[in-house]
DNA sequence: AGCTCTTATGAATCATTGA
DNA sequence: GTCAATGATTCATAAGAGC
């Protein structure tokens, strides 16, 4: 790799690196055991054809298994691998790629510690004969070491989360003209709901794809990368991409004060990285969105 | 086999029956293609010790295969198998059997048509240091051919969520509309939203488990097997649950006019299911609440 | 500013057609 | 045959316009 095909953005104290080619080949100059936690979304098997050529599901092991092995050299002994994946229907029956791919990695050496659900609340559209729409993902965590770097305090939320966001869209006068005139139940959980204290998540993830009007479609929302690093890392550690596609994992690393290093074949990648950078106020990026999540 | 070991329970017109003993040898007595659909959630693996004797995982597909060789059999060509089922997590990582179970099922001749995700809503309390609460189990869907009944319709389920659009529409009107009448003003919408369209579910099921008062815990909600029998058979076709347990598929089953097949090897199996028959009124089983579905 | 209505848009999947 | 490209299907979100 060029030096020209470097591009290194800067935040206010942390280096975030966005970086051109296969991560297979640029993560050999990295040495080990530099990364705290590696977020991505490989490209899916015979999607992002034109970049990473279209990878056949029965290839899918193989083109992925010694990428992995640099992942598990890079990364420290207490950090995480975390793997957005969903395996296609092929011929109608679902395909045995991720199934094979999560034993393969095993054998390499990794601890499949859990594995999380998205779920996906606005799905893609469609009716089949044979199945419904798919809406969910598997995020799975692999760990170097049983014992692994989390902070659960990093991502609880609100008790009765899922009501005080449906609620947000009362207004306030609804809600007092409800609790003057009826006095009911309903009016009086919402205040109850607002003192409660903060509860620990499952391993479901309930949110929705962010299908706004951005040319450059993320491969997940936001808030997905957001939280498995809040959850995985501290501040000021190294977050890695590999597969940095629309650049999600980047923003989010960054918003949050770690180091963000991302990686993608694609020319595109780059560019808009630079494009985002804001040397003026010295900032990587656009502040994002507050995440919901179970 | 012997006779008495059978306790046969008759319903209205179908015959529904609850079997002692391994489904690996009472389906013997069983012609070939005779069942229309499997549910079932089979002992997990470390569970269940006093019965099927403590499968360990490490032997849970040997286990396993031989019984999944009987269900090949007796299940009709378009019919389905429905499995729920969730691996353990042993020594701090997901444990890989069913993983391999699927993969070993696929080599005996059956297609891995698709992984629905049951979301448990309350899911069982605690904390780890590595993982969070298990909020979420697997239900494979196996087919013996790529085309099998399936009637999509009869699941169909009013567009939007319930809750969300209910709380929404909770604006000005409903307040204008409560301040002109006395009446409830959940009520007129209600009505508003069951004129709505209906609109197919997705792959993920968003059931509570249920919590009740039966001394038995049921393995999944009365919600689970009813949503798989009313999507996979008609009235009149015959379901099976191999390991029956709490009966739980049988009671979905005959509420639904099927005729339901059970078989465990436990003797309070058989025995709840006679304390459950009521020869008088000629029905087995109490009546249901309705199923909640995604 | 709030709320309501409209509209674009997805890591989808299958059946069909064409090379 | 095998493989690749296209059309039809369809709904939860968020953004945007209008009042």
């Given at each position: 790799?060029?030096?020209?095909?470097?591009?290194?953005?800067?935040?206010?104290?942390?280096?975030?690196?966005?970086?051109?080619?296969?991560?297979?080949?640029?993560?050999?100059?990295?040495?080990?055991?530099?990364?705290?936690?590696?977020?991505?979304?490989?490209?899916?098997?015979?999607?992002?054809?034109?970049?990473?050529?279209?990878?056949?599901?029965?290839?899918?092991?193989?083109?992925?298994?010694?990428?992995?092995?640099?992942?598990?050299?890079?990364?420290?002994?207490?950090?995480?691998?975390?793997?957005?994946?969903?395996?296609k229907a092929v011929h109608g029956e679902r395909h045995?790629?991720?199934?094979?791919?999560?034993?393969?990695?095993?054998?390499?050496?990794?601890?499949?510690?859990?594995?999380?659900?998205?779920?996906?609340?606005?799905c893609y559209p469609g009716k089949w004969p044979n199945r419904f729409r798919d809406a969910?993902?598997?995020?799975?965590?692999?760990?170097?070491?049983?014992?692994?770097?989390?902070?659960?305090?990093?991502?609880?939320?609100?008790?009765?989360?899922?009501?005080?966001?449906?609620?947000?869209?009362?207004?306030?006068?609804?809600?007092?003209?409800?609790?003057?005139?009826?006095?009911?139940?309903?009016?009086?959980?919402?205040?109850?709901?607002?003192?409660?204290?903060?509860?620990?998540?499952?391993?479901?993830?309930?949110?929705?794809?962010?299908?706004?009007?951005?040319?450059?479609?993320?491969?997940?929302?936001?808030?997905?990368?957001?939280?498995?690093?809040?959850?995985?890392?501290?501040?000021?550690?190294?977050?890695?991409?590999?597969?940095?596609?629309?650049?999600?994992?980047?923003?989010?690393?960054?918003?949050?004060?770690?180091?963000?290093?991302?990686?993608?074949?694609?020319?595109?990648?780059?560019?808009?990285?630079?494009?985002?950078?804001?040397?003026?106020?010295?900032?990587?990026?656009?502040?994002?969105?507050?995440?919901?999540?179970?």
């Amino acid at each position: 790799m060029n030096a020209p095909e470097l591009a290194y953005l800067r935040a206010s104290t942390l280096d975030s690196e966005a970086l051109l080619g296969d991560c297979l080949d640029v993560l050999q100059r990295y040495p080990d055991q530099c990364i705290d936690l590696i977020v991505t979304s490989p490209p899916y098997a015979d999607q992002r054809a034109t970049t990473y050529g279209g990878i056949k599901p029965d290839d899918y092991v193989d083109w992925f298994l010694p990428r992995a092995a640099q992942f598990l050299r890079v990364l420290k002994p207490g950090g995480s691998f975390v793997l957005n994946i969903k395996e296609k229907a092929v011929h109608g029956e679902r395909h045995t790629y991720v199934l094979e791919l999560i034993l393969a990695l095993r054998k390499q050496g990794w601890l499949w510690t859990e594995e999380y659900v998205w779920h996906k609340k606005n799905c893609y559209p469609g009716k089949w004969p044979n199945r419904f729409r798919d809406a969910w993902e598997r995020c799975l965590h692999f760990t170097r070491n049983r014992q692994f770097k989390m902070n659960q305090d990093a991502v609880r939320v609100p008790m009765g989360d899922w009501a005080q966001t449906r609620l947000k869209s009362l207004g306030k006068n609804d809600v007092v003209r409800y609790d003057s005139q009826v006095g009911n139940a309903f009016a009086k959980n919402i205040a109850n709901w607002q003192g409660r204290a903060l509860a620990y998540p499952t391993n479901v993830l309930h949110l929705a794809t962010e299908c706004s009007n951005k040319q450059h479609s993320a491969a997940y929302p936001l808030a997905l990368p957001q939280w498995f690093i809040k959850l995985l890392t501290g501040e000021g550690d190294v977050v890695l991409d590999p597969f940095a596609g629309s650049g999600t994992t980047l923003q989010a690393a960054i918003e949050l004060g770690r180091r963000a290093i991302g990686i993608d074949i694609a020319q595109e990648f780059v560019d808009r990285c630079r494009e985002k950078l804001n040397p003026v106020q010295g900032r990587l990026l656009e502040p994002g969105k507050s995440y919901v999540v179970d």
